[in-house]
C-alpha cells in the first residue's frame, strides 16, 4: 500500500516546513507516503466561496487515479483516538487497498464532488485548525499510526 496526502496551498512558515519534513521522512520508513501541494486558486477573492471549493477539487481530482481510495480530512468526519486510527489503518492494509488518499481541503472545506468521490470523512478534532497546521498534525497521527501498528515505543498509553 501507498499513501498520499493531498493538501490545498502552501506552507508559509518555515518551522512547520521543517516539522512536516521530520514526520514525512519518519513515516516513509514505514509506507511508500507522498505529499502533494495543490496551489492556491489565483484570484480566488473573486470568486464565491462555492466556486472556490469546486475549483480546488477540480485541481485535486487531476491528481488522484483509477481504484484510489479517498478519504477527506473533515471536521464533520469520524474521529479516533490513536489507537483507533491505527486501527482504521491497519484495516486498509489488510483489505489490499492499494492507494490510500487522504485529502485536506482548503479554508472553506471541499464541494459536493469531492463528497461523492470519498470513501469516507476523518476528523482529527473537533477543533480547527489552520489547513497548514492540519498538515503536522496529520503526518504526525499517520507516522504515530504505523509506530502503533508495529509495536514500536513512540507511542505511550
Known sequence: MTVKFIAVGKIDAEYL????????????????????????????GKLSENQLKIREGENILETLKTGDEIILLDEKGETFSSPEFA???????????????FIAGGAYGFSEEMYKKASTTVSLSRMTFNHQMVRLVFIEQLYRA?????GEPYHHK
Open 146 to 150: 504505523f509506530t502503533i501498528i508495529r
Open 87 to 101: 486501527t482504521f489503518i491497519s484495516k486498509k492494509i489488510n483489505s489490499g487497498t492499494k492507494r490510500l488518499v
Open 17 to 44: 516546513r521543517e516539522a512536516v519534513s521530520i514526520y514525512k521522512n519518519r513515516l516513509m520508513h514505514y509506507v511508500p507516503f507522498e505529499l502533494i501541494c495543490i496551489p492556491d486558486i489565483k484570484n480566488a
